[in-house]
């Protein structure tokens, strides 16, 4: 492993990529151009434009059409920066404009995209878009990926007339951060022409290189101008309506978030008797896995702004600031040499079933050279009973080469858990090379958690006491050819055992295919097999690592098909099949998902999700010498989901969202397990079986009434029941399930955007 590792590392040592750069000579002005996406004032024409987009997707390379020409003009003052861009078409009552909720990024319009990063470091790149129909996108992008949480205040315009459409930004140097030098900054221009799926780009990317943010132009000339003072407040109220078991109650929460820009670098959030009432419901299902659910966060304050803290992986999770919090407070930034901090404090009233607890995260982060970087990170727990406090430490590391070609990423995390007389320690690590450039691209890494390793008091992970070695290799077509537009081929090898003895666990090898074809009909591929029994060291819930369930050996069968979402009818479909010989298990999946969209302003979408797991094994229960009990059984699990939105206009917005979900169990025998992992008869007779059905309705209003201010209208009703009683038919649970008491909540909440230097005005 040593030995490869090292050859892996021989390209580091190569020249520099990405010299060559466009350029954008920004103008100052003492006229403010009116936004309204008319670009015939005065201040525009003088000024330097910004054209000679290049194809992005799907071909690669290729100069822009002579019928679809873009031409982008740029300006500043003390306030804001200015955009105007004119996007030509030949034929502009083709342009499509469906409206959409804003951050939604996939819906059928044509779109134009600003991307800038002011220290130029590519750690944080701001992205504002505006579609063809005038709503806001808008996201920080990071190593991590995307946050669509984060909503800047800014404003936009968009025309349509005879040979094009054009838009007007306004983004407002309060809502991003730069430094007070003198130097260019990354800009890079995106231009969607959605009924061709083609993407341009001002400054050119080539697809071999997987880093785009390299990839940036520049924008040269913004100076004289100091940061802004940036302090925002939003404060809000909400009342509510809950109803259960014939009993309404009339709640009412007012709290407020706060923005205040410390410097030109950092930025500090609170958020006050926080209200998180309406956030959508969780896809709540039965877990019968020995590790808990991890489920997505949809709190804005605790997406937002959050990048460098993802950058550690598991030790953050930030769903255990869940119940009863009092404020939370976060501090993020970067100096003008590339040093980001972040800190987030948060602390939780004190109940009768928890005490007051204290939760703090901290991560400093050194952007080096070439997109690279260095970062140390800590999260702490304290509880005021005394009974355990937990500590966990990390230090991470990312190297670009010089060419751009390969990254290498290596971690070591360390967990102090502090009980009243004793402490525990535990470590965790990473190595990982990577080729991430050109057509044939690999991944060799290795990963260790030793059995005393425990992230979870503020961090999310499934199992400690493992070692993983990985490969990765594939082959990616990256210009569209007669065939295909894009398609991937890759071979995953993963291999698992314990830490604590180097016990084999299990050899997992998957071959996958994608393909895009011309007609845009995706078609995705895949096969796994597991070669090897498996040894499962969890499922016993004993937690000693030495009763290991012995699983069978497995080939499973999948495929996924996705049609051209700019039809109006479009329908995703997905199936698959496993075969495990040992008890003779089998399962079956379907996934089908059809949308439509009726016009600019409806759709809907549905999705049914079938699984059924015949002679599936696992943990059944205790018997009463307190030995687990396992089960031979049958499992089946149904999913419907309804998805449907109307579109007033830019501003305003109703969705609907109808979850049913029924999962059951049915246990045929009841099984002892043997010291050599193997599992016999047992007299143990108790019904174990499970009926569980839960039902969710999200049904919401929205109004964006002024910039960053916001009324919503929500419904929630939700239905939770499990018990060991088998319903064979459909029809019969969901009526068994309407019979139950079921919870109401009707909320009204208005959020108000306050800027201190327009309130000094």
Not at 13 to 32: P, V
Not at 380 to 403: P, Y
Request: proline residues 3%; glycine residues 4%.
């Amino acid at each position: 492993m040593r030995i490869i590792l090292f050859l892996l590392l021989v390209p580091f040592l190569s020249l520099s990529q990405f010299a060559e750069k466009k350029i954008y000579f920004i103008t100052k002005t003492t006229d403010k151009p009116k936004i309204d996406g008319v670009i015939n004032e005065p201040i525009w024409k003088n000024i330097n434009v910004a054209n000679n987009f290049t194809q992005f997707k799907p071909n690669n390379g290729l100069l822009e059409r002579s019928t679809h020409k873009t031409k982008v003009k740029i300006c500043y003052d003390n306030q804001n920066l200015y955009f105007a861009a004119i996007m030509y078409d030949i034929a502009p009552d083709s342009i499509l404009k469906e409206l959409c909720k804003r951050d939604d990024d996939n819906k059928n319009n044509d779109r134009f995209t600003i991307v800038l990063d002011p220290f130029n470091n590519t750690q944080v790149e701001y992205n504002f878009t505006v579609t063809a129909s005038g709503v806001q996108i808008d996201k920080k992008m990071s190593k991590n990926g995307g946050d669509k949480s984060w909503n800047a205040v800014w404003r936009s315009a968009v025309d349509i007339f005879d040979k094009g459409w054009s838009v007007e930004i306004a983004i407002p140097l309060s809502q991003i951060r730069f430094p007070d030098l003198d130097r260019p900054w990354a800009l890079n221009m995106f231009r969607n022409i959605r009924r061709y799926r083609e993407e341009y780009s001002w400054n050119p990317i080539d697809l071999k290189f997987e880093n785009y943010a390299l990839q940036s132009g520049l924008l040269d000339g913004v100076k004289y101008v100091e940061s802004p003072i940036r302090l925002s407040f939003m404060p809000y109220s909400s009342i509510y309506m809950d109803s259960y078991d014939n009993e309404t109650h009339f709640p009412y929460n007012y709290g407020m978030d706060l923005k205040y820009g410390l410097n030109e670098s950092f930025t500090l959030d609170m958020t006050l008797i926080p209200d998180f009432g309406q956030v959508s419901s969780d896809a709540m299902v039965l877990n019968l896995s020995p590790f808990e659910v991890k489920y997505e966060e949809k709190r804005q304050f605790f997406n937002e702004g959050i990048e460098l803290f993802n950058k550690g992986g598991e030790m953050f999770y930030s769903r255990r600031l869940q119940d009863d919090l009092l404020n939370a407070s976060k501090v993020t930034g970067r100096t003008k040499n590339g040093l980001g901090v972040a800190a987030l404090n948060a602390i939780t009233n004190k109940t009768n079933d928890n005490p007051l607890t204290n939760y703090n995260v901290f991560i400093i982060d050194k952007a080096l050279d070439n997109s690279s970087s260095v970062s140390l990170m800590n999260t702490n727990v304290i509880n005021t009973n005394d009974e355990k406090d937990a500590n966990v430490t990390g230090i991470f590391t990312r190297l670009n080469n010089k060419k751009n070609t390969h990254v290498y990423d290596a971690n070591l995390k360390m967990s102090q858990e502090f009980f009243t007389n004793s402490t525990n320690v535990g470590f965790s690590g990473m190595l990982k090379a990577a080729k991430n450039s050109g057509n044939y691209r690999y991944e060799l890494y290795s990963i260790f958690e030793d059995d005393k390793y425990n992230p979870n008091d503020l961090g999310f992970l499934y199992s400690n006491n493992e070692i993983t070695n990985g490969l990765n290799i594939g082959y990616e077509q990256l210009n569209a050819n007669k065939k295909f537009i894009f398609s991937e081929h890759y071979l995953f090898i993963k291999h698992n055992t314990l830490f604590t003895d180097n016990k084999f666990v299990n050899l997992e090898i998957e071959a996958e295919a994608k393909y895009m074809l011309k007609n845009y009909l995706f078609i995705m591929a895949k096969i796994v097999g597991n070669p090897y029994e498996q040894y499962d060291y969890y499922e016993a819930r004993t937690n000693d690592y030495k009763s290991p369930l012995k699983r069978s050996k497995a080939i499973r069968f999948s495929t996924y098909m996705s049609s051209d979402y700019r039809n109006r009818f479009a329908v995703d479909f997905g199936c698959g099949a496993t075969f495990k010989p040992l008890y003779s298990g089998n399962e079956y999946r379907v996934r089908i998902s059809p949308r439509i969209r009726f016009n600019d302003r409806a759709s809907m979408s549905y999705v049914l999700s079938v699984k059924d797991k015949f002679n599936d094994v696992g943990f059944a229960a205790t018997d009463s010498l307190n030995n687990p009990v396992f089960a031979i059984r049958n499992t089946y699990m149904i999913t419907n989901v309804l998805n449907a939105s109307y579109i007033l206009n830019n501003k305003m917005d109703f969705s609907v969202k109808l979850r049913y979900h029924l999962d059951q169990v049915k246990n045929l025998e009841f099984k002892n397990l043997q010291n050599d992992g193997y599992l016999q008869t047992t007299d143990y007779t108790r019904n174990e079986d499970i009926n569980y059905t839960t039902w969710t309705s999200d049904i919401a209003f929205n109004w964006w009434f002024a910039p960053g201010s916001q009324l919503s209208l929500v419904w929630k009703n939700a239905i939770e029941n499990e018990d060991n009683v088998l319903i064979n038919h459909w029809r019969d649970n969901i009526e068994e399930s309407f019979s139950l008491l079921q919870q109401n909540s009707i909320s009204l909440k208005v959020v108000y955007y306050l800027d201190y230097l327009y309130l000094t005005k």
